[in-house]
């Protein structure tokens, strides 16, 4: 088994949806990027990819290739979920803490964790997702922007017979 852990942050910016966790999250700002700016998604993607030693989000989809303007970060989960198995891992876990004074999330944890449990390809009860403040503190305190931190397990999928 492997443990990886994800970061990604955000700021927020006038003129797009907030999208968490695959969510439409209603709130007057969304997050400024160069792909859909799911910041929960990021941060779970870096974890996976840390897990297995594949590098980062930016080094498969950097934020200067024109492919991925505007890209949805859920294909680009699946995209890194079928490198996972491409390299012979399985995902059995993820954690996700999302720190943002504001909006609420509460709503919106449980859609966000069936929508991480369908790309995963695992169970809902493998996925944990939890938001927190910071108590007014920082630049999510200040309503700037949302910062994430991700941890997912991973585990080598064993070769079959023939390939021994």
């Known amino acids: 088994m492997r443990i990886g852990h994800g970061f990604d ?14 969510v439409v999250v209603p709130f007057e700002f ?5 792909s859909d700016g799911d910041v929960v998604l990021h941060a779970v993607c870096d974890a996976l990819l840390g897990a297995a030693a594949l590098g980062d989000l930016g080094r498969h989809f950097p934020d200067d290739a024109p492919e ?9 989960l699946r995209s890194v979920v079928s490198r996972l198995r491409s390299a012979a891992f399985r995902v059995s876990n993820v954690d996700v803490t999302v720190i ?7 709503p919106y944890v449980e859609e966000m964790r ?5 790309d995963l390809g695992i169970e ?8 927190t403040t910071t108590e007014g503190m920082g630049y999510t305190g200040r309503v ?7 941890v997912a397990l991973v585990e080598e999928e064993p070769l079959p017979e023939r390939e021994r």
Not at 114 to 118: D, M, P, Q
Not at 124 to 131: E, L, N, Y
Not at 144 to 150: D, L, N, P, R, Y
């Open 9 to 22: 942050a955000h700021r927020f910016t006038l003129g797009r949806p907030l999208v968490l966790g695959g």
């Open 30 to 34: 969304g997050l400024a990027a160069h």
């Open 68 to 76: 991925y303007a505007g890209a949805e970060s859920r294909g680009l």
């Open 100 to 106: 943002a004074q504001r909006p609420r999330l509460a």
């Open 114 to 118: 069936t929508n991480l449990s369908a």
């Open 124 to 131: 809902i009860s493998r996925v944990s997702v939890k938001a």
């Open 144 to 150: 700037e922007g949302i910062a994430v931190h991700a």
